[in-house]
């Protein structure tokens, strides 16, 4: 997979012309490409596995004080290994979900809108609060940047993105705990989490040293292991409709047979909820669908709606026992 410096696009020095034509080589050819120079500090990133260790090393019950249920509408909580479905199958683990915090004054929140709120932080892990704002925080500023390569790569103005779709990004934050199960060893029954694309524009994740990221390409599959001190970045389901499959929004998937716990951090910076999502009008001739390359033979450039339509459909499959909560 591509590695990509960033620096010209943080700092502005250098030649961002050559970066953004990496970033658009990386898009066409893989869905996902390394990112280093990014200016994320790496005391920050140490803490966040520090903590989120401790987190996920407590007891069932502890845990379950921050259940999903108690986050209602707003979609955050800890949830158990199994209880997160991709393509209806149970995936071999456990989590917490955070996004933009937001008070009970904020508009959105007022008016009752899915996905948006207070986030649920654990009391046993005082730390662990301020860490995960201060990351969300860096990686929205990194989500900014790297979307204004992305504009350049597709040679639109570079606040294209900002002006339309993300301006006020829905920020959804992941903190996933893929615990070791010797039966993965021999046989890829229990996948961490199966074949799946990501639903907004851009991914950024964190993975620890464990490995076990797969992504698709030329129906094969790959393996994409921890560099360090890099982010992995992937294009997703809303990207790829608005370039008209220009930047595919790739398969991939989890097996962890590292032989311990696999902590991942996936950051996606996705449209306003609000957003009308439609295709980039001098790439709309180019429109190449691959419904019937998906395993869910589902075609992203058939859907009309808001990013809040769209991604409210996919994560009332990921928990249905919570849909009543959201919908």
């Not at 069932?60 to 479905?85: C, H, N, S």
């Not at 990686?139 to 993105?161: D, K, N, P, R, V």
């Not at 993965?184 to 464990?210: A, M, R």
């Amino acid at each position: 997979m591509p590695v990509v410096n960033i620096q010209p696009l943080i700092t502005g020095i250098g030649d961002r012309i050559l970066v953004a034509e990496q970033i658009r080589q990386a898009c066409q050819d893989w869905g996902f490409f390394y990112i280093t120079e990014h200016g994320v500090e790496e005391q920050l990133q140490h803490d966040l596995e520090e903590l989120s260790h401790q987190f996920f090393a407590q007891d069932f019950d502890t845990k379950m004080q921050i259940r999903m249920e108690l986050g209602g509408r707003a979609w955050r909580g800890y949830f158990p290994v199994g209880d997160e479905l991709t393509s209806g199958k149970p995936d071999q683990k456990e989590g917490i979900y955070f996004g933009a915090e937001l008070d009970e004054a904020h508009p959105l929140v007022r008016a009752s809108t899915p996905m948006h709120g207070a986030n649920l932080f654990p009391d046993t892990i005082p730390l662990l609060r301020q860490t995960v704002l201060d990351y969300m925080n860096a990686m929205t500023q990194l989500g900014h940047t790297l979307m204004t390569g992305i504009a350049l790569s597709l040679e639109l103005e570079e606040t294209y993105f900002s002006d339309r779709y993300t301006y006020d990004p829905l920020i959804l934050f992941r903190i996933f705990n893929y615990p070791f199960n010797s039966s993965t060893i021999d046989k890829h029954s229990l996948w961490g989490v199966g074949e799946h694309t990501d639903y907004g524009i851009l991914t950024i994740l964190k993975q620890d040293s464990c490995g076990g990221l797969q992504i698709k390409s030329n129906a094969q599959w790959i393996d994409a292991p921890p560099l360090p001190n890099t982010f992995i970045c992937n294009t997703g389901d809303m990207l790829d409709r608005m370039t008209g499959g220009l930047y595919r929004s790739t398969p991939h998937r989890v097996l962890n047979q590292s032989g311990r716990d696999r902590l991942s951090f996936p950051f996606f910076f996705d449209p306003n909820f609000n957003a009308e999502v439609k295709p980039i009008q001098h790439l709309s001739l180019h429109q190449n669908d691959n419904k019937y390359e998906r395993w869910d033979q589902a075609s992203v450039h058939e859907f009309r709606g808001t990013y809040g339509d769209y991604v409210l459909n996919k994560v009332s499959k990921v928990f249905p026992m919570l849909r009543q909560a959201v919908l």
